[in-house]
């Protein structure tokens, strides 16, 4: 059985809502799906760098979004004011119309607002709520900060190929680690002489704390990949890789890990073994001591690479790894309470706008999560240079792929957000003559098409 595939690539783990609304175009979507199975299969059969083909940022910026940006923005007039508020308000009624809540704001590249529509009303923001932990990740940790996994042992291998006491595996969180990445670390023990392990393998999973579950994720969620556990020792995206044959087609599928520590522990075990190192004792779980020798050090890809990702797929798991890691690191406390501290102390520190704010993950799962539109607008504002260059690109990237723009394509960057009655979409647009504006549109329980609305409005914006 192959345990090693995951999902963290998985392109489509936010997008349900889409799905229920495209019930009217069945078999259209019954093909597509069949191909997008066959393409997910062969994907996740050969690996690939994380955001692959996006390293380079000034490449990945079309000419239509770079010959708009000549010149200095124009200072906004009274009419240009006027003509915007009367295009939105009649892009977003017929969404607005019977919802029961949104909040939408556009901020001017002079940092004022130029159109509020309950913004400052928070409403469930589904998946926009990362743009927050990843700003928070950056300014916390630095976007060249990387997560270590480590095998340590008491002392170095002996000359006889021995390892007196156990084998530990460290974690420190990192949300990227894949099986292939220990299997290259039990190589490295064997081609350093280890033959046999005097002890156990024990597994550190305590740099972060907390249940693996969020208590506040609904029940709904439960066994589905976008809702995989949180662990120190995180492996493959903290899911497992089943294979089922339906109406004669093998297909793949992902569930959460019950016991994270634990099957990682016995993976380990398994591997070394698979190797020729021999252990006396069944793997186990515990703090590593505080001095010990580092026989392997595996380093995660720059935060920044990781936040690319993340942003891009709309990565539940590496939002809610990144939320106890920056609690970590600002409060001490390395948990969902610490990580979310850390983001209200970042906010604040920045002066930014927090009416209504309630926060339960980092990832926009759960459904009591509320977030106004003015918080992530000028979050935005704030942190344009760190975050533009990692949201994918309006109509052709990432899970914003789907997405018709038509005067906004090539122009805008931006994170979407989608849960069952949740439609959200806060980013960048730029504009041909007032530059750049960031936007935040979210509306709840909309009877009509919000993410119909939600482009007509974008792409009203791209035109001023």
Not at 393 to 407: A, I, N, P, S, V
């Amino acid at each position: 059985m192959n345990y090693a595939n995951s999902s963290v690539n998985f392109r489509k783990r936010s997008r349900r809502s889409r799905g229920l609304r495209r019930r009217a175009l069945a078999s259209v979507a019954l093909v597509a799906l069949i191909a997008t199975v066959l393409l997910v299969v062969h994907a996740r059969s050969a690996p690939r760098p994380l955001a692959a083909g996006r390293e380079g940022h000034d490449a990945r910026i079309p000419s239509a979004e770079r010959s708009v940006r000549t010149g200095p923005p124009i200072s906004w007039s009274n009419g240009a004011r006027e003509r915007l508020l009367e295009d939105l308000q009649t892009a977003f009624a017929p969404a607005t119309a019977g919802a029961s809540g949104w909040s939408l704001a556009v901020v001017g590249a002079d940092g004022r607002t130029i159109f509020d529509d309950r913004g400052g009303r928070a409403v469930a923001p589904a998946s926009v709520q990362k743009l927050i932990v990843a700003a928070t990740a950056l300014d916390a940790l630095g976007a060249t900060y990387r997560y270590h996994t480590l095998f340590a042992g008491r002392d170095s291998v002996a000359n006889d190929g021995v390892l007196d006491g156990d084998l530990w595996l460290i974690g420190s969180g990192d949300p990227s680690l894949q099986s292939g990445d220990l299997r290259n670390g039990v190589g490295e023990l064997a081609r350093s002489g280890l033959r046999r392990i005097d002890g156990r393998v024990v597994v550190d999973a305590t740099a972060l704390r907390g249940p693996g579950i969020n208590p506040h994720w609904g029940t709904d969620d439960e066994g589905q990949d976008y809702a995989a556990p949180t662990s120190a020792i995180s492996l493959d995206g903290d899911t497992i890789e089943t294979r089922q044959e339906v109406d004669g087609v093998k297909q793949s599928f992902w569930t959460p890990m019950q016991q994270v520590a634990p099957y990682v522990a016995s993976r380990v075990a398994g591997m070394l073994n698979a190797a020729g190192i021999a252990t006396s004792q069944r793997p186990a779980l515990g703090a590593a001591p505080l001095e010990s020798v580092v026989l392997w050090d595996h380093r995660s890809a720059p935060l920044q690479t990781l936040e690319d990702h993340m942003l891009f797929v709309s990565d539940n798991h590496y939002a809610e790894q990144l939320l106890r890691t920056v609690g970590a690191e600002v409060a001490g406390a390395p948990d969902d309470a610490g990580g979310i501290d850390a983001e209200r102390r970042f906010l604040e520190r920045l002066g930014i706008p927090t009416p209504g704010l309630t926060l339960f993950d980092g990832s926009g799962l759960s459904a009591g999560n509320r977030i106004a539109a003015i918080t992530l607008v000028r979050l935005l504002f704030d942190e344009e240079p760190s975050l533009y260059l990692l949201l994918p690109l309006g109509g052709r990237q990432g899970t914003l792929e789907d997405y018709d723009f038509t005067t906004a394509l090539g122009r805008v960057r931006a994170k979407s957000g989608h849960l069952s009655d949740v439609s959200s979409l806060a980013g960048y647009v730029t504009t041909p003559r007032h530059g750049r504006l960031a936007f935040a549109f979210l509306i709840n329980g909309s009877p009509g098409d919000p993410d119909a609305a939600i482009v007509r409005a974008v792409d009203r914006l791209a035109t001023f």
